[in-house]
């Protein structure tokens, strides 16, 4: 099974600055996702992250918002802009491994003052 | 996508069986049923999948009905490490990871 790390675990910003999310897998994958989990709500796709093209975003979700690299097969990163206190949530990456089970990693959770 | 309804919450007692239901009246003839948990403070984690025969794995077992429009995670003798909020999934077999949460049900176990 593929072991996910998510960097940093937890943050706390100001409002109007950005954060970058790492997010690094252990083996090679070909597609990596993106999700929020807002305080107690259930989580939502942002993006799908493939290697060496442009991430695909699902709707209500831009890029100069949510900006995703992805420079190799084992790591990609999140960017959160201009945040404000909407922001503040769990923001976990997800790989594909096989045809049948996703991996999750533990999550960032972000909290914007 | 197609649509998945569960109850918000149930409530168990260690050591006894659990019978989680999902209803999914709108699959597909290719949707492959998930089920996903997410412990406290943690990241989801993969529970089971089926597609029309039932399923059984070290976790869990999934009934799914003939006409495949329910399904229903059993969980043969719970423990308070099975507390958590458990999703049921609908997704196709190709990019099955593209997952599309519903609200879940939240499980208490009572010691």
């Known amino acids: 099974s593929a072991v996910i790390s998510q960097k940093p675990s937890r943050d706390i910003c100001q409002r109007g600055t950005s954060l970058t999310i790492q997010c690094q897998v252990d083996s090679q994958v070909t597609m990596m996702f993106w999700y929020r989990q807002q305080p107690g709500q259930s989580l939502t796709l942002i993006a799908t992250?493939?290697?060496?093209?442009?991430?695909?975003?699902e709707s209500g979700f831009v890029i100069d918002k949510f900006s995703i690299s992805r420079p190799n097969l084992t790591f990609s990163t999140l960017t959160v802009s201009n945040m404000s206190p909407e922001d503040s949530s769990i923001y976990l990456c997800s790989v594909e491994e096989s045809d049948t089970e996703a991996f999750f990693g533990q999550g960032t959770r972000l909290t914007v003052v | 996508d197609a649509k998945t309804t569960q109850p918000n919450s149930m409530e168990s007692n260690e050591e006894e069986p659990v019978h989680l239901p999902c209803n999914h009246s709108?699959?597909?003839?290719?949707?492959?049923i998930h089920w996903y948990r997410q412990l406290p403070s943690q990241g989801p984690e993969y529970v089971i999948h089926g597609l029309t025969s039932n399923v059984n794995n070290r976790m869990a077992s999934l009934a799914i009905a003939e006409d495949r429009k329910s399904s229903t995670l059993i969980l043969h003798r719970a423990t308070l490490r099975d507390a958590a909020v458990y999703y049921c999934?609908?997704?196709?077999?190709?990019?099955?990871?593209?997952?599309?949460f519903g609200q879940g049900t939240r499980l208490t176990i009572n010691p």
């Open positions: 999934i609908l997704s196709l077999p190709q990019g099955a990871q593209k997952l599309v």
């Open positions: 709108t699959i597909s003839g290719t949707d492959y």
């Open positions: 992250a493939n290697q060496g093209s442009e991430a695909t975003y």
